[in-house]
């Protein structure tokens, strides 16, 4: 009897099944997800990025201020009104310290700082909201009875509406008395500023 040679039946590979297939549909699929997640993630960042801007635009424009304080140096020979505020414009939020009824005692009266006699202003703190913040430091020549002192937020600050924390010290030299021994410091004070949405 003779034998007929042996036969291997043929395996029935399934389309993508071959070791040489199977690699090829892995790397298509890792390109396919690759490219799916980098999708998503530049529609999330622009979706952040828009959000960011709706958020700022959520504020309607205008000042939103903390309550106004008034300050007397020692021995009672300067005083000073003042009254931490946020500016929302359209470009970014600003610190804005409005200065008031600054003035000194003399001669048994109180007078109005002038250019002759003006009080030398520093004004320094934070501004938070979440977890964004500024610290910002100012200072200038007060030679009027009014005035204020600003700082923009830096650049890529997106706080919007919503409740702000608000540090400040302020510090008053004169007017008129220029001794150290009169000046005005008010200890660090703790505002909470609401900025309402549109």
């Given at each position: 009897m003779r034998l007929s040679p042996r036969t291997t039946p043929e395996t029935p590979y399934r389309q993508g099944t071959t070791p040489m297939a199977k690699r090829t549909l892995m790397r298509r699929t890792a390109i396919g997800l690759g490219a799916a997640l980098l999708a998503l993630s530049g529609t999330a960042l622009s979706a952040s990025t828009a959000a960011a801007v709706q958020q700022r635009a959520a504020v309607p424009d205008g000042e939103y201020c903390g309550p106004q304080e008034s300050f007397y140096g020692s021995g009672q020979y300067t005083y000073g009104q003042t009254q931490a505020c946020l500016e929302f414009t359209f470009d970014r939020?600003?610190?804005?310290?409005?200065?008031?009824?600054v003035q000194y005692y003399w001669g048994g009266a109180w007078y109005y700082a002038t250019a002759d006699y003006p009080a030398r202003v520093r004004v320094a703190g934070e501004v938070n909201i979440g977890?964004?913040?500024w610290n910002y430091d100012v200072s200038g020549s007060q030679g009027a009875s009014t005035g204020s002192l600003s700082a923009h937020a830096p650049s890529g600050f997106d706080g919007g509406c919503g409740t702000y924390s608000v540090t400040m010290t302020y510090h008053q030299n004169g007017p008129y008395w220029t001794d150290a021994s009169r000046d005005i410091d008010s200890g660090q004070r703790t505002y909470s500023i609401n900025v309402p949405c549109s």
């Amino acid at each position: 009897m003779r034998l007929s040679p042996r036969t291997t039946p043929e395996t029935p590979y399934r389309q993508g099944t071959t070791p040489m297939a199977k690699r090829t549909l892995m790397r298509r699929t890792a390109i396919g997800l690759g490219a799916a997640l980098l999708a998503l993630s530049g529609t999330a960042l622009s979706a952040s990025t828009a959000a960011a801007v709706q958020q700022r635009a959520a504020v309607p424009d205008g000042e939103y201020c903390g309550p106004q304080e008034s300050f007397y140096g020692s021995g009672q020979y300067t005083y000073g009104q003042t009254q931490a505020c946020l500016e929302f414009t359209f470009d970014r939020p600003a610190i804005k310290i409005k200065l008031s009824e600054v003035q000194y005692y003399w001669g048994g009266a109180w007078y109005y700082a002038t250019a002759d006699y003006p009080a030398r202003v520093r004004v320094a703190g934070e501004v938070n909201i979440g977890t964004q913040g500024w610290n910002y430091d100012v200072s200038g020549s007060q030679g009027a009875s009014t005035g204020s002192l600003s700082a923009h937020a830096p650049s890529g600050f997106d706080g919007g509406c919503g409740t702000y924390s608000v540090t400040m010290t302020y510090h008053q030299n004169g007017p008129y008395w220029t001794d150290a021994s009169r000046d005005i410091d008010s200890g660090q004070r703790t505002y909470s500023i609401n900025v309402p949405c549109s």
